[in-house]
């Protein structure tokens, strides 16, 4: 059984969803919404399996809310504006539901989410005792083998994700959640719904980026941050004289110790 969510501005369309919701036995359903900030909090509390959601809402579009709980849910936008279609297929969704919705059309679209779901949770994580790993670059019967080690990061590309070394891109068929699933989180860690990186190579966190060894800057997204915080916060050197988080470095000249100001990670 799958959990499912309900966000529409209008309580008939959320009625009408949770009445096809209940006769759907695969479907389980974890809560709804009028309100597409409650349904935010909500959402990644909750983490459905799938969220039907409306694309033009009050506040908070759907459009919006979707790229916002994109890492705890998948989405099938609701809505009687077709004009809406191309920007929402955008969004990495499964579905798109023209309101008024049958049943009929209800149950095409709860099967196509019932196999991506399956689909997607038969992806689990990889054996790590040997640091290898493989992935199929889009050629039928041709596989890629790679260490932990030569992957700078990962970038996501809706359904597909690009694996970045020192010397080259490949691509292939994953979604960011899934590789972030399949990957050690010792080693690779999301800092952005577009970034995974390995950590090894991080070497200054900065505002809203990250740089790594090989130049790269990469966005560092506001959710991310406290954990990629707290997972820095274990590692800085301090000082038993004071507060302040290793905020020095030391630098020789002339023979003289001089203590310079080091900004590079940021609290």
């Given at each position: 059984?799958?959990?499912?969510?309900?966000?529409?501005?209008?309580?008939?369309?959320?009625?009408?969803?949770?009445?096809?919701?209940?006769?759907?036995?695969?479907?389980?359903?974890?809560?709804?919404?009028?309100?597409?900030?409650?349904?935010?909090?909500?959402?990644?509390?909750?983490?459905?399996?799938?969220?039907?959601?409306?694309?033009?809402?009050?506040?908070?579009?759907?459009?919006?809310l979707?790229?916002?709980?994109?890492?705890y849910?998948?989405?099938?936008?609701?809505?009687?504006?077709?004009n809406?279609?191309?920007?929402?297929?955008?969004?990495?969704l499964?579905?798109?539901?023209?309101?008024?919705?049958?049943?009929?059309?209800f149950?095409?679209?709860?099967?196509?989410?019932?196999?991506?779901?399956?689909?997607?949770?038969?992806?689990?994580?990889?054996?790590?005792s040997?640091?290898?790993?493989?992935?199929?670059?889009?050629?039928r019967?041709?596989l890629?083998?790679?260490?932990?080690?030569d992957?700078?990061?990962?970038?996501?590309?809706?359904?597909?994700?690009?694996?970045?070394?020192?010397?080259?891109?490949?691509?292939?068929?994953?979604?960011?959640?899934?590789?972030?699933?399949?990957?050690?989180?010792?080693?690779?860690?999301?800092?952005?719904?577009?970034?995974?990186?390995?950590?090894?190579?991080?070497k200054?966190?900065?505002?809203?980026?990250?740089?790594?060894?090989?130049?790269?800057?990469?966005?560092?997204?506001?959710?991310?941050?406290?954990?990629?915080?707290?997972?820095?916060?274990?590692?800085?050197?301090?000082?038993?004289?004071?507060?302040?988080?290793?905020?020095?470095?030391?630098?020789?000249?002339?023979n003289?110790?001089?203590?310079?100001?080091?900004?590079?990670?940021?609290?």
């Amino acid at each position: 059984m799958y959990t499912s969510y309900v966000v529409d501005d209008e309580s008939h369309a959320v009625d009408t969803l949770v009445g096809y919701i209940e006769k759907y036995s695969l479907f389980s359903l974890l809560g709804s919404s009028t309100n597409p900030m409650v349904a935010l909090e909500a959402i990644k509390n909750l983490k459905p399996d799938i969220t039907f959601m409306d694309v033009h809402m009050p506040e908070l579009s759907g459009l919006d809310l979707a790229d916002l709980v994109s890492d705890y849910t998948k989405v099938i936008f609701t809505t009687a504006h077709m004009n809406y279609a191309v920007d929402a297929f955008d969004k990495n969704l499964i579905d798109f539901l023209l309101k008024p919705i049958s049943f009929q059309r209800f149950l095409k679209s709860a099967k196509k989410a019932e196999e991506q779901l399956k689909a997607s949770k038969e992806i689990g994580p990889i054996d790590t005792s040997d640091e290898l790993f493989y992935v199929n670059p889009g050629v039928r019967g041709k596989l890629l083998r790679f260490k932990f080690s030569d992957i700078l990061y990962i970038e996501g590309l809706k359904n597909y994700i690009i694996l970045h070394t020192s010397t080259s891109k490949h691509i292939t068929y994953l979604t960011m959640s899934e590789a972030e699933r399949a990957l050690p989180a010792s080693v690779f860690f999301r800092i952005h719904k577009s970034f995974i990186i390995n950590l090894q190579y991080l070497k200054t966190v900065e505002g809203p980026h990250v740089t790594l060894t090989n130049g790269a800057m990469l966005a560092l997204g506001g959710v991310y941050k406290e954990a990629l915080n707290k997972h820095i916060s274990s590692k800085i050197l301090r000082s038993a004289r004071s507060n302040v988080d290793f905020p020095f470095h030391v630098k020789t000249e002339n023979n003289t110790a001089v203590v310079k100001k080091y900004n590079s990670i940021s609290r």
